[in-house]
Nanobody
């Protein structure tokens, strides 16, 4: 059983940056691919980025390419999402999730474990 706890959310002005962290415990973190998803008010859960279990492969949703960067530190059992050039439409609750598939997927249903989410609000 893997427990995930996100942190780093907050209020930022458009054009600013935030770095989200997701700390894992209770399992072998390096065996899981990790993903970030987000859910804006009134909208469905949306894939943002994923990173393979050893960090050698990453993949991003089109709307986040070039602005968001996912990374992981297996020694610290932590995955990060660096978000730059933030826009008001990036406002959402951001969730990290763990996938036992070493590469990781883009669909929320592929992920077995989820954090509680962290709120990101981008003001215009």
């Amino acid at each position: 059983q893997v427990q995930l706890v996100e942190s780093g959310g907050g209020l930022v002005q458009a054009g600013g940056s935030l770095r989200l962290s997701c700390a894992a415990s209770g399992g072998t973190f390096s065996r899981y691919a990790m993903g970030w998803f987000r859910q804006a008010p009134g909208k469905e859960l949306e894939f943002a980025a994923r990173i393979s279990f050893r960090g050698q492969s990453t993949y991003y949703a089109d709307s986040m390419k070039g602005r968001f960067f996912i990374s992981r530190d297996n020694a610290k059992n932590t995955v990060y999402l660096q978000m730059n050039s933030l826009k008001p439409e990036d406002t959402a609750v951001y969730y990290c999730a763990a996938d036992s598939n070493p590469l990781g997927g883009t669909m929320w249903s592929q992920y077995e474990y989820w954090g509680q989410g962290t709120q990101v609000t981008v003001s215009s």
